[in-house]
């Protein structure tokens, strides 16, 4: 069991980047920043105008990370590091996020069909007022697809809270022609960048 104080904070709502840390051994509770409902979110992840997909998520993940930090200070719980990070798919310079219904989950899945895209993760870390980043970049290549087999990947649920509408880790996986980069930077945390950010925090994974 990991002793209390080599826990870390992950402010991340996402089952897999938990079952990511875990994978290499890192102990951590979750702190999780207002994403929607009747106050206003901690983080807007709208683009910006003009903004490119490298500059979003860069901007996005620091921004996760201070809201976290600053809930720790408001909240007085114990200082500990907090990891935030944020995935987005890029093609042609767009940028997709998560869909926000059927009809656009099936639009996204048009898109990547038959062509090659950027999977952009970034990881930040804070602690105090010390704040680190990493940045993962892969390039994906999705098969050509027919429309029934988007109609019924769409119809399984489970692209609705996946960047691009996609999860690698999921049954999209059959779609994947290649990948150049990182697997778990598509998953959304990239777990060499991830690691690296622990070291300097003295929270190494080995």
Do not use: N, W
Not at 2 to 14: G, K, M
Not at 18 to 31: A, D, P, S, T, Y
Not at 156 to 180: C, H, N
Request: aromatic letters at 4%.
């Amino acid at each position: 069991m990991t002793a209390p104080d080599r826990l870390i904070y992950l402010a991340s709502r996402s089952p897999r980047r938990r079952e990511l840390l875990k994978q290499i051994g890192v102990g951590f509770e979750l702190l999780l920043v207002r994403e929607s409902g009747k106050r206003p979110v901690d983080v807007d992840e709208t683009p910006h105008p003009g903004e490119d997909p490298r500059g979003y998520v860069e901007r996005v993940t620091l921004e996760k990370a201070r809201a976290a930090q600053a809930s720790v200070v408001h909240r007085r719980l114990v200082q500990r590091p907090v990891l935030a990070a944020d995935t987005t798919v890029a093609i042609d310079g767009r940028i997709l996020g998560k869909p926000a219904d059927e009809a656009e989950a099936a639009a996204m899945l048009a898109a990547l069909s038959g062509r090659t895209h950027e999977v952009l993760t970034a990881v930040a870390m804070c602690r105090h007022d010390r704040l680190e980043s990493r940045l993962s970049v892969s390039t994906v290549a999705i098969r050509p697809l027919t429309a029934a087999e988007i109609r019924h990947y769409v119809a399984t649920g489970e692209p609705m809270d996946k960047a691009g509408a996609y999860g690698i880790q999921g049954r999209a996986g059959a779609f994947v022609q290649s990948l150049a980069g990182s697997y778990s930077g598509v998953m959304g945390l990239p777990l060499y960048e991830t690691a690296a950010l622990l070291a300097l925090f003295d929270r190494a994974v080995l």
